[in-house]
């Protein structure tokens, strides 16, 4: 609690996003652990500091302009301080007529959200600044070790978004993810999935023919804070690891389960539970038996994995933590497969580097342990959200049945803006299939639908100007970024300032 | 409209469902076509007048027992009266402490619509009174035409819920049926289907391998009205037949380009346009040519197949027709192959028997050639459901997305119930696979939250008791009826009276 008023703050303060982590420089320390890709790290945290401080400097900047709103030239000075400080210049209707009433600061705050958003969101499509060089490798890799498709599921928490190109350091193309409030994925929609890809395995032999031996690996990820687990732990399972570790299990035996029991021809799926430490990024992997039954109490522990093998060379690394896992292994009744074994101590060496990340730049633990997202997204798509803490994410088709998670989201929004009287910025996205006739068409009204429902939920904070939306879709048959086509800042006459 | 409202007087003045149909008789009268199913028609007619008459006598039921609301032997009256009318008894605390205020009719007609329609369901799932004894010959039938399987979407209007039963006669297990306002079927959630089907065959083999060179064949089924085309035709095409037939060919187009454009390996599907007009269930089907084209001008009428084969000896019956069908595919460009051309026969020659139901049981036209539903169904389910009239249905996940249909559905019954003083009685269904588990609490959750955005979206009406909801799901792994699990008539105490 302590850290994220610290960490609020710092952001009220318009510090800059770096010195929130104590320690931190641009530059990997010394002393770090030989399998760790000092590299990528300097790259990675290059990415992510850049892309919070285009962010974090809304702030501080609106709050200069504000101290110009009484002056004749206003509208100028304030162009000026955007341009200067944020790169891009503000929407002119929201700076005019500003002599009889004030400038609307909500609306000039989520529009500046709104489009560091867009231009967030157009480096990721057009620069590709986390693309792997050998994205094929890791999917070779993984059929190596028996498995055709990599299916997570973790939380929607803000504090996992980065779970996929971060902390696993896999490329994000290669693995689906699909996040849940509490990692409680929907069964349902997993079979879809899950048929899916056994169809395109049928019909098209991708990723691999039907007939090859493979599996389809579904992995859970649940949360903790070793720091403050009474208080920073998952808010879906009252921040109790234990529950939140035992519900995600449960989750993935029943759509395995599911599987099984719909499908004939011995159909199964092989699972995977992965607790993530949100303080250090470290993560510890349940390790499956031989008929895929987990022990919640049996795990690999990356910081046990980190200080077995600090002092082997980095040529050892595949090796070492294999024999590690293996042992792991040997203690269950029945040893998993080899594959098995591989994937799970390659994932561990991925997280090695992550966890030197952390230390390297964060101390070792996260300045902003809690809660420090930027915006809400809502709806389906984000894959552009592979940072920590920039998104809280509902997954969703409807508020109505995503409630739950929306009310999540505008709480912890209360505490981070509304009541400092700074709106909610939520970004309502539906991304679609281009080569499906009608389907952009359908995806807008959905937005649409979406946009409308979350007013009526919150009809308050929308009339306060204190929750404002972008809508947002994606094209994902194409390599393109995302389009805005609508959202509570419209200009006047309908022109889209985000356009 | 006058035919409504004579048909509305009937209802209020509790006429039984027979004497709506002019002319309507038990047995079928001389001078039917030969190749009409007579028995077939008697046994159909049979069940649709007993069970629309279940639900027709509560009104009048209610009526007598409301003339004793004053006695202090209401409560007996009361049972008495409805057993020897409904064959039930009414629950007791609807009838208890009607001294200090008089008896909630509203909530006893809610009520009783609720247990009509329970029994309705039970019948129909342990009697399978609608059940062909040789489904598995029309899947057979339809392997020889060249499909594998056949997928109806109709108008979701309950004057089309009887289509695949009654106007094509086709086993209803054998057919998908999927119900959308204006037959404007969702292309993303048929994709869904043909996936599931093509799995099943690659899998599977089921109904048949995926070597097989069969076609997934989608029906779209738009509807008009003869006699008042202006006013009874479809109203979510402004109850123009030119634009139902058009919206709905487009729908089909756009299916099989997002089939073949999101598949390779020359995935695609068969189309099939068919016509209905309401007053009397002759069907129209507009011929696809070799390439699945469809002309909106070139269709062959059922009624136009009725009077050319008239004197036909009914032995004769399917070469007469397919004769005739194929002389119009002849007409075409390139003709269709000879599997869709004996399909086709196939449907006219079953909805000849139709034509002459409703000539026999209904002198042509039905008495209620406008809407005449009995309930309001909303979620996902409703097979039981092959009754004309009976059942305006909303075919939904939630009331956001699907609020277009929910609010056409309460304004028919504001004109048939509300405006009169009675409920409007909604069943919100849920079907669910139980050999996946959680899928039935899943499916409890979904009827209730349904039921909950049903009450927001219309609180005058819930808080006057216009509007009562009957919460039901069903188990579709197993052929069992349905269960009750909650609503707006729940007994004090949390007893259910419907269970």
Not at 4 to 28: D, F, K, M
Not at 150 to 156: F, Q, T, Y
């Amino acid at each position: 609690m302590q850290q994220r008023q610290q960490a609020l703050r710092a952001r009220r303060a318009g510090a800059a996003y770096r010195q929130r982590g104590a320690g931190a420089t641009a530059a990997p320390s010394p002393g770090q652990h030989p399998f760790t890709r000092g590299d990528e790290n300097a790259r990675l945290f290059a990415y992510e500091s850049r892309t919070k401080e285009a962010f974090d400097r809304i702030e501080p900047t609106l709050r200069e302009i504000a101290t110009y709103q009484y002056q004749s030239d206003f509208p100028a000075q304030a162009q000026r301080i955007a341009r200067q400080e944020l790169g891009f210049e503000l929407p002119g209707h929201l700076l005019d007529h500003t002599w009889p009433a004030p400038p609307d600061m909500r609306a000039l705050y989520a529009w500046c959200v709104f489009e560091t958003f867009k231009r967030f969101a157009d480096t990721f499509y057009l620069e590709k600044p986390l693309a792997e060089p050998q994205d094929g490798e890791f999917q070779n890799f993984l059929e190596s070790c028996g498995f055709h498709i990599m299916d997570v599921s973790p939380c929607a928490d803000g504090r996992l978004a980065h779970i996929v190109r971060y902390v696993l350091r896999l490329p994000y193309r290669a693995v689906r993810r699909r996040s849940y409030a509490g990692a409680m994925f929907d069964v349902e929609d997993s079979l879809q999935k899950w048929m899916e890809v056994e169809l395109a395995r049928h019909r098209e032999g991708v990723p691999n023919q039907a007939g090859e031996p493979t599996r389809y690996l579904k992995a859970a990820v649940y949360h903790y804070s070793r720091s403050d687990p009474d208080r920073e732990g998952c808010a879906a399972h009252g921040s109790d690891a234990d529950i939140a570790a035992l519900r995600a299990l449960s989750r993935l035996q029943d759509f395995r389960q599911a599987v099984e029991n719909s499908f004939c021809c011995g159909a199964s799926i092989d699972l995977l539970l992965i607790g993530i430490d949100t303080d250090s990024d470290a993560i510890r992997i349940h390790l499956p038996d031989a008929h895929g039954g987990i022990d919640l109490e049996r795990y690999v522990d990356a910081r046990e994995a980190y200080e077995a093998t600090r002092h082997v060379a980095a040529r050892d690394a595949a090796q070492a933590l294999q024999r590690m896992v293996s042992e792991h292994a040997q203690a269950l009744e029945a040893e998993p497969s080899e594959g098995m074994v591989r994937l799970i101590a390659r994932l561990l060496m991925n997280n090695i580097s992550q966890v030197d990340y952390v230390r390297t730049y964060f101390n070792g633990r996260y300045g902003d342990v809690g809660h420090f997202e930027r915006f809400i997204g809502m709806g389906i798509g984000f894959e552009e959200v592979q940072l920590r803490n920039l998104t809280y994410f509902a997954y969703l088709t409807t508020v109505e049945q995503g409630a739950k998670d929306v009310d999540v989201g505008l709480k912890i929004f209360t505490g981070l803006n509304i009541a400092r009287g700074l709106p909610a910025p939520v970004i309502i996205r539906y991304d679609y299939h281009g080569n499906v006739p009608g389907a952009r068409d359908r995806a807008i009204a959905r937005c649409e639908c979406l946009g409308q429902a979350l007013k009526d939920r919150f009809p308050q904070e929308s009339a306060k100007g204190l929750l404002h939306t972008l809508l947002v879709v994606r094209n994902i048959s194409e390599q393109s970024s995302i389009e805005v086509v609508g959202g509570s800042l419209e200009a006047p006459g309908g022109r889209e300032d985000h356009q």
